[in-house]
């Protein structure tokens, strides 16, 4: 069988699938020295979500009510990857390196090349495109959540786990993020509220800057429209407005452009005040 200390569980989570990422992912990773051993779509049941949420490092409100969202808009996909027995690493595991050095920090500005983060770019200053399992002791346990199996049974040679990566869903588009969030705002409170030219252009992506601009911008449509829509706007801000609750404020709402202007809301104040 092969070494525990080899392997590595990688989840492409409803954001990176709805973009079709999954085998840019895939073949990065094997760029990295990581081949795929396992793959498999599902929906994740509440309780593999709370797995996940259990193994993230950043357990923060914020973190675990956007987890709720995300994992509810579509499938993810789970990885299995074998790291080559000749690439030399100073991690003392595949799963540690992929977890602490490989993916790269949760914030867009802070990231560095040759992460997959710096590499792929975020949809939005939450990049919740992938999860990792972070070490190697709860390998087996993940696995036998997301697989339905346990490691050595994923393993054995005349197991067929790398099926399906060809029919990877190909949904839509990847969103334009400043004008699709001031697009969603401008159909709940109108285009006397929420005025793009205070908006950052979608070529300057999650930068930092971009994303100090676009609290700005939101900070001022919360001021013009006053009274409860103003409120309610700065409630998306620090979380007091809820998913649901933002849903049913916005007419006419498709689910994917819903989502990322919530959750790119949610992290404006994050993003933007870390240096």
């Not at 994740?44 to 509810?72: F, H, M």
């Not at 050095?101 to 792929?120: A, C, E, N, S």
Request: hydrophobic content about 35%.
């Amino acid at each position: 069988m092969t070494e525990l200390n080899r392997l590595a569980l990688l989840v492409v989570t409803p954001d990176g699938v709805v973009q079709h990422l999954t085998r840019l992912i895939t073949g990065w990773m094997r760029d990295q020295g990581y081949r795929l051993r396992g793959f498999r779509e599902l929906h994740l049941s509440p309780e593999q979500q709370t797995l996940l949420n259990t193994n993230s490092k950043t357990r923060g409100p914020k973190d675990w009510e956007l987890n709720a969202v995300i994992y509810t808009l579509g499938p993810v996909h789970t990885l299995l990857l074998e790291q080559e027995s000749d690439r030399s690493t100073s991690k003392p595991s595949a799963a540690s390196e992929l977890a602490e050095q490989l993916i790269g920090d949760f914030l867009p500005h802070r990231t560095l090349p040759g992460t997959l983060r710096r590499d792929f770019g975020a949809l939005n200053p939450v990049f919740n495109l992938v999860h990792a399992t972070g070490n190697s002791e709860n390998l087996d346990r993940d696995a036998r959540s997301l697989f339905d199996r346990p490691l050595d049974e994923l393993l054995r040679p005349d197991s067929n786990t790398s099926f399906g990566l060809a029919r990877t869903p190909h949904l839509l588009r990847p969103l334009k993020l400043w004008s699709t969030v001031a697009g969603v705002l401008t159909s709940w409170l109108g285009p006397e509220v929420v005025r793009p030219i205070y908006w950052p252009a979608d070529s300057h992506g999650p930068s930092h800057p971009a994303v100090g601009a676009a609290l700005m911008a939101c900070t001022r449509a919360a001021q013009r429209a006053g009274g409860e829509p103003g409120a309610l706007l700065n409630g998306v801000l620090d979380g007091s407005t809820t998913y649901p609750h933002f849903t049913r404020l916005v007419p006419h709402i498709d689910p994917w452009p819903g989502y990322l202007t919530y959750t790119t809301l949610r992290h404006l104040t994050l993003s933007a005040d870390t240096p």
